[in-house]
């Protein structure tokens, strides 16, 4: 079946203006997870989704990021006012949901590039 | 969430078996060990995880000794179709699910 989709796969913006990245998990899977990967970096998270609430924010660095999901499917997360320091490539995973937590589906990841 | 630590790289040839083990001290009673591999421009790929003792599936088999304060992620055979980065993760089973993902260790196998 079709695995965790994301779009774009790559972005280039420059600073200052808004951004928003895209995922779609795989059909049935109920909780959803953004992390992003800076170059030569290990993941960092930054939101969860149990369907369309978001229990844990803990990991989004500022108030210029935020993210919704609808219809417990898709995901955008929404970047305003990038600064170069958001660069990075931003992965979303889906997974059937907790108590299932550690296996999770990772999309390719969206490369973000702020110039 | 209990933090882990791994070695940061190792190198292989094909066809050995490799072993990596990664120290979870501060385990708690509900966690469980997880292990992700991630090839270079690709998401983590989840590739096994267990509780106690020993876990096996056709990629690989994890050790698990019973003080639960390390694991032993075993690769057979490896082919250089198997050089990535494996990342070692200590998951709650009483939390969102998040994962920490730490700086993970790069295999590099060589012909």
């Known amino acids: 079946g079709a695995g965790v989709s994301q779009s774009p796969s790559n972005k280039v913006t420059e600073k200052g203006k808004d951004v928003e990245l895209r995922c779609d998990p795989i059909?049935?899977?109920?909780?959803l997870y953004w992390y992003r990967q800076s170059l030569g970096q290990g993941l960092e998270f930054l939101i969860y989704f149990q369907g369309n609430s978001a229990p844990d924010k803990s990991g989004l660095p500022s108030d210029r990021f935020s993210a919704e999901r609808t219809g417990g499917s898709v995901s955008t997360l929404t970047i305003q006012r990038t600064q170069q320091e958001d660069s990075a490539v931003y992965l979303c995973?889906?997974?059937?949901?907790?108590?299932?937590?550690?296996?999770?589906?990772f999309g390719p990841g969206t490369r973000l590039t702020v110039t | 969430l209990a933090k882990t630590t791994q070695p940061i790289s190792m190198d292989s040839y094909e066809g050995q078996e490799v072993n990596i083990t990664c120290s979870h001290n501060n385990i708690a009673t509900n966690d469980y060990i997880t292990w992700y591999q991630q090839f270079p421009s690709q998401g983590p790929r989840f590739i096994i995880q267990?509780?106690?003792t020993k876990v096996t599936n056709e990629v690989a088999s994890l050790f698990i000794p019973a003080d639960r304060k390390s694991s032993t992620l075993s690769l057979p055979r490896v082919s250089l179709s198997d050089t990535a980065v494996y990342y070692c993760l200590v998951v709650s089973g009483s939390n969102t699910g998040k994962l920490i993902f730490g700086q993970g260790t790069t295999l590099q196998v060589k012909p």
């Open positions: 059909s049935g899977h109920t909780a």
């Open positions: 995973a889906s997974s059937l949901g907790y108590p299932y937590g550690g296996e999770q589906y």
């Open positions: 267990g509780y106690k």
